[in-house]
């Protein structure tokens, strides 16, 4: 008999998060008067939202790392990946509406082009551009991970090649001729869809649409986990070289999850640059790819839910910590980093479990 998805208490838990986020966060936010201590406000309902967009790439993460034994120090370029291309399609909704009434983004006229490059061909088609969201961070992610996993590079060296991947892109992206609007990127968005973007229910439908984006990746990734490619998956993570003598063969299995992982993460940018409004190439610095692995690290790796907390709270910190004392944030983050690694390997879900009198 097959186990399932999920025990009666996690599916009730699970429940009352939908409800939350699609129902009761929208009421809070749209009909509780400003003044009622009951009320969201907009700016809750965007660090929230964007907070989400960051808890699928954590997601992501753990399903590479926690459950494959993989650490990739490179996925804030499939991120900004889906976020570009989400991007250019919001920039060519603006329409006439630029600065200099041209049908052609800003940045173009402002740099002198005359048409648009090739590649931004299909950025008129919103159902081209949510293809292109999961396609192009999938396709980057397959040919990379090809050559990396068929020459067996692992551990740290993997990490560092993934290291070097981002920054090279990042790179890529500030110079203006690759027409990606260089070191400023895509701002100003009007319209999604033909419709105001900037609008409160716009907003509370783009939180909906990332809150049952993150529950659905949860389950998806839960499903993925408990089955036999999950358990292969995590077999490789333990032993690889058992695994091989086992008669499988792990660069397919480490490939697929790789580009799937990869997939989650471009959607996650994807949904973050309407509701946040801009992309740059700073998303994909290292140090945000080196973030998500925080997240993971201090929620608790091969738990699914524990990376979704880590990024709530590391982020639900960071807003504080930057607006309070903006100047030791980064001390903060190293040392939230080494004190989870020395003191509480398996993460806050960890600890909540040992408390609990649980396993680990």
């Excluded at 329409?95 to 006229?109: E, H, R, T, W």
């Excluded at 639900?316 to 040392?335: M, N, Q």
Aim: with cysteine.
């Amino acid at each position: 008999m097959s186990k399932p998805l999920l025990t009666r208490s996690a599916w009730g838990a699970w429940l009352v998060a939908l409800v939350v986020l699609c129902a009761v966060v929208p009421v809070l936010n749209l009909w509780v008067p400003a003044d009622s201590v009951f009320h969201m406000s907009d700016f809750a309902v965007a660090l929230v939202g964007k907070i989400m967009c960051y808890a699928i790439c954590a997601l992501a993460m753990d399903l590479i790392w926690g459950y494959t034994g993989i650490l990739s120090l490179g996925h804030g370029v499939f991120f900004a990946l889906g976020g570009y291309a989400m991007g250019m399609y919001l920039m060519r909704q603006i329409g006439l509406d630029g600065n200099y009434k041209s049908a052609l983004p800003d940045f173009m006229v402002f740099l002198d082009w005359k048409t648009l490059p090739w590649h931004w061909t299909l950025s008129d088609s919103f159902v081209a551009t949510l293809l292109l969201v999961v396609l192009v961070p999938g396709l980057v992610a397959l040919v990379f991970g090809f050559f990396a996993f068929r020459s067996r590079i692992k551990g740290v060296y993997f990490s560092i090649i993934t290291q070097a991947m981002t920054f090279a892109a990042m790179l890529l992206f500030f110079r203006n001729e690759t027409g990606f609007g260089g070191n400023n990127g895509f701002t100003d968005f009007k319209r999604i869809v033909d419709i105001p973007i900037a609008t409160t229910s716009m907003r509370m439908t783009l939180f909906v649409m990332t809150a049952a984006t993150l529950l659905s990746f949860f389950l998806m990734a839960r499903w993925l986990v408990g089955s036999k490619f999950g358990r292969v998956l995590q077999a490789v993570r333990d032993a690889e070289t058992r695994v091989m003598f086992s008669g499988y063969n792990p660069i397919g299995y480490k490939l697929t999850i790789w580009v799937i992982s990869a997939m989650m993460c471009g959607v996650a940018g994807a949904l973050y640059v309407p509701q946040v409004g801009i992309i740059n190439p700073s998303e994909m610095s290292p140090a945000n790819s080196i973030e998500i692995a925080i997240w993971a690290a201090v929620g608790g790796r091969a738990t699914l839910i524990g990376p979704i907390v880590g990024a709530f709270l590391v982020n639900g910190a960071k807003s504080w910590l930057t607006v309070t004392y903006p100047e030791f944030w980064l001390y903060f983050l190293g040392a939230l980093f080494i004190g989870v690694t020395l003191f509480l390997p398996d993460g806050v879900v960890g600890l909540v479990k040992k408390l609990k009198g649980g396993k680990a």
